[in-house]
């Protein structure tokens, strides 16, 4: 499973790295820090899972997400965001989850496992 980080912190983008390399068969194969860089990861690296901060700098969210659902039916999406109440929101807008970053990490584990074995 190859999984793109977008997120504008560097601490969380550390954190979920950390996170995500000690799971058997999941790879971080690359990293973002806003929306400048983002299509051209996506493009680059051709993920199973991309993991996107709401927020992001300089980013639409839900124009992307209808944008790269379209040029990429295969990637899952998982939204992430500081904003719970943004949850019905990103999952409207065409994101397959979505985590609050409040939530432990096992929540995050959780969501990319089901799209792991909805993929397999």
């Known amino acids: 499973m190859h999984i793109v980080i977008a997120d504008g912190g560097a601490a ?3 954190a979920m790295c950390t ?3 000690q799971h058997p068969g ?3 194969v690359g990293e973002v820090s806003s929306a400048e860089q983002l299509s051209g990861q996506v493009e680059a690296k051709n993920p199973d ?6 927020n992001l700098p ?3 969210a839900e124009e992307f997400i209808a944008s790269i659902n379209e040029e990429y039916p295969k990637l ?3 939204v992430l965001s500081e904003r719970p109440e943004l949850k019905s929101q990103a999952l409207s807008a065409g994101a397959d989850a979505f985590v609050s ?3 432990p990490p096992d929540r995050l584990l959780d969501a990319i496992s089901t799209i792991s074995a909805n993929i397999n």
């Open 49 to 54: 899972v991309l993991l996107l901060e709401w």
């Open 12 to 14: 969380a983008r550390f």
């Open 19 to 21: 996170l995500l390399e």
């Open 58 to 60: 300089e980013l639409k």
């Open 26 to 28: 999941w790879r971080v």
């Open 101 to 103: 970053k409040a939530d």
């Open 76 to 78: 899952s999406i998982i």
